[in-house]
Structure formats: structure tokens, C-alpha cells
């Protein structure tokens, strides 16, 4: 059974915008202009939201320059 979830670390970001375009649905601008990710799960820097189906997840963390956004499936790590 799929055990998916997202996991972005905010204190890397740049604010480059590439998951925001490849994946509107779960990344968004938050106000203090740093990429977040919607209704995530967030301690301090790190946000963790889990995932029905891996959508364009793993092409946003695929895109992200500074590799703070990691997809798993349980223990394995998909991007
Ligand atoms: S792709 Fe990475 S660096 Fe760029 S806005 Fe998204 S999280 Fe930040």
C-alpha cells in the first residue's frame, strides 16, 4: 500500500519559483516569500505533508536546484 509523503526543508530554499510551476497543486508562495508547501505539516524550517498519490511531486523535487524537497513511499526515497 502507498505510503507517500513530501518533505521540503524551507531553510534551503531560494525561492526560484520551479516547484511552484511544476506543481501548483502542492507548492504555493507563502507570505514571507519562501516556497511552502499547502496545509504541510511544519516544525520550524521543515514541512512534511502526506500524499494520496505522488501527482507531480517528484518532478518538483526533481527541478529544485538546492535538492530541499524529497519524495518517499515509506522508507524509500523517490526523489
Ligand atoms: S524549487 Fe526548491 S529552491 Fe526553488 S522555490 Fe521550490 S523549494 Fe525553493
Redesign the pocket.
Known sequence: MADYRVE?D?G?????????E?CPDI?E?ADDG??SIKDADTQGDLQVKVLDDLGCSVD?AE???????HVFDGEQELA
Request: with cysteine.
Open positions: 521540503m524551507r534551503m530554499c531560494i525561492s526560484c519559483g520551479n516547484c511552484i511544476t507548492w508562495f519562501i516556497s518538483a527541478r529544485c536546484p538546492v535538492l530541499c524537497i
